[in-house]
């Protein structure tokens, strides 16, 4: 099966209700990193793009006709949509899997995670009127309502290109926002289909805007404009920490969706195979380019060993393959970058004294073609050696060990990041003690990545700022009012009339 779209389309910005070219001409050609073959061309965003979906969404928002659309409405809105995408689940998955060279398989349960999104935001759109607010005194009305944010700038990265970017326009709809879009430059085919399904279904002109690029320039006056009131921006800390810092130069609302360095941590009474089994989930699902991989396997010594002979016994057996063979168990990293930063991860891991037990090697034979690399566990590796400090985001999983609840506990919390974790055991108390303990913005107990769109995601410390998913999600896109009445206005005597006259 061929896995090339071969599609040119160079008028891919949506910008105020328009699809047009970069303004300077500029395309950029994307490939499939599972072979190399030209997947699509796309238009490259100047700068002075970006300023113009600022502009046009900043114009949309200021004419007020979206948030006009009452909250229930807008909440309808957003069921069509999720309703379009399972309609067209295969063309989106196909279109996700072009890109990022994941398995068709993947894309499709992506494809059924962002129609969750939107239903889910859908259904809550209308839920929250505000509240009424008991003074107390009944000469004063007091109520809290929230109203949209305003303007939105929404930047997302390439792992799960479409629904993190979901995750940012279904709550920014459903508030009554406008937005501009910017995906990552090396996964744009959903976001354009995204719009356009926006753009079929009849949202007004200048809501939603897409702008195509690479982050310093097209991405860039999101964060720098003080047109928009808001960005939110999925990706790695070091970009993150440039957004907040120009964020800061207009005071705009700031939401930070970071890495993470998961620990995923066993004890000794844990179900051994279930234990096993996720544990390679949690290591090389999509190669490792999740967040919320758990890069960190931290076991109870008594079956320390006999867990990670079994790990690298089951990891040594993935199948690696392009995205429409259905042999394959995982596929290639996203570029050939990528896998650079992944290799010198490994290298300089073993340089401070880590061991390779398996993997750390790149595909051969017919795998070549693309950016493959072998699922890796790490063992031998030093408390605080940066293998167990940097996000590696490809297949690779580090080995560390302890005893008792109090060393997992002081293991799992020692990171930077914040973003997610697992417990493992058979004693549910034990469970709930070590979860309530962990500082990470999700623990799962017996099990690995699933989600919730009902249920926050997010990170402490260095994971990020702000919440997506859940009421939270939608309150990031919200600003709260309170009016206060006084259906009783009386002269106040706080400064008395002197009578006098100057
Ligand atoms: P990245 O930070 O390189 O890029 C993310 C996005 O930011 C891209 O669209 C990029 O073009 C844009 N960008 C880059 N510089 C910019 C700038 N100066 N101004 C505005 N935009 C800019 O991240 P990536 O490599 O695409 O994604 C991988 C990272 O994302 C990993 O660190 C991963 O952990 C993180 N991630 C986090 C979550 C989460 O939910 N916390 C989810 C997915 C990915």
């Known amino acids: 099966m061929t896995t090339t779209a071969n599609t040119a389309n160079t008028a891919t910005l949506f910008i105020d209700g328009e699809w047009v070219p970069a303004s300077d001409g500029g395309t950029r050609e994307i490939h499939n990193p599972a072979d190399g073959e030209h997947v699509v061309t796309v238009s490259e965003a100047t700068r002075a793009d970006t300023e113009k979906a600022i502009a046009a969404a900043r114009a949309a928002f200021d004419r007020g006709e979206w948030a006009a659309v009452p909250a229930p409405e807008r909440g309808d809105f957003l069921l069509r949509v999720a309703a379009e995408l399972r309609a067209r689940k295969d063309e989106f998955a ?5 890109d990022t060279g994941k398995r068709l398989v993947e894309s499709q349960i992506d494809m059924d995670d962002i129609a969750a999104c939107f239903t889910y935001f859908g259904k809550i759109a209308g839920q929250n009127a505000g509240r009424i ?13 929230y109203e949209p944010v305003g303007v939105c700038g929404l930047i997302a990265p390439w792992n799960y290109p479409l629904l993190q970017a979901a995750w940012k326009i279904a709550p920014a709809l459903a508030a009554g926002c406008t937005f501009v879009l910017k995906p990552s430059e090396l996964t744009p085919s959903t976001s354009i ?17 897409l702008v195509l690029g690479a982050g310093a320039v097209a991405g860039a006056p999101l964060s720098e404009s003080p047109d928009v009131d808001l960005v939110s921006f999925t990706g790695g800390v070091a970009t993150g920490r440039i957004i907040a810092a120009s964020a800061a130069g207009t005071v705009k609302k700031v939401a930070l969706e970071l890495g993470g360095k998961n ?34 396997l931290i076991v109870e010594e008594p079956i320390a060993e006999r867990f990670v002979d079994e790990l690298v016994r089951r990891a040594k057996q993935i199948r690696m393959g392009g995205p429409f063979d259905d042999a394959a168990e995982t596929g290639p990293l996203i570029s050939a970058a990528h896998r650079e930063k992944v290799t010198a991860y490994v290298n300089k891991a073993v340089e401070e004294g880590a061991r390779i037990r398996c993997g750390g090697t790149w595909g051969t034979g017919e795998l070549e073609k693309g950016f493959y690399y072998t699922p890796t566990v790490l063992d031998n590796v030093r408390r605080g050696s940066s293998a ?12 560390e060990t302890f005893n008792g609840e109090d ?9 930077d990041y914040g973003l997610a974790g697992a417990v493992w055991s058979s004693d549910a108390g034990k469970t709930q003690r070590v979860a309530r303990r962990l500082r990470h913005g999700t623990i799962w107990i017996n099990d690995f990545h699933p989600y919730l769109p009902q249920a926050e995601w997010g990170g402490f410390g260095a994971s990020g700022v702000g919440r997506e ?31 006098k006259v100057n």
């Open 133 to 145: 607010v008991d003074a107390g005194d009944p000469g004063v009305v007091s109520r809290v309502e």
């Open 388 to 399: 167990l400090v940097d996000e590696a985001f490809g297949p690779v999983v580090t080995v």
């Open 193 to 209: 289909l995204m719009m356009k399904v926006l753009e079929d279904l009849g949202l007004p002109r200048g809501t939603a805007n």
């Open 469 to 499: 998913l859940g009421p939270t999600g939608l309150g990031e896109y919200q600003e709260a009012k309170h009016i206060y009445q006084n259906i009783n206005p009386q002269v106040t005597g706080w400064f008395p009339d002197h009578g």
């Open 94 to 98: 196909r279109a996700e899997t072009l």
């Open 407 to 415: 060393e997992a506990v002081e293991l799992g919390n020692d990171t």
């Open 263 to 296: 620990p995923n941590i066993i004890f000794a009474d844990a179900d051994f195979d279930a234990a096993v089994d996720n544990a390679l989930n949690a290591a090389f699902v999509h190669s490792g380019q999740v967040c919320s991989a758990g890069a960190r």
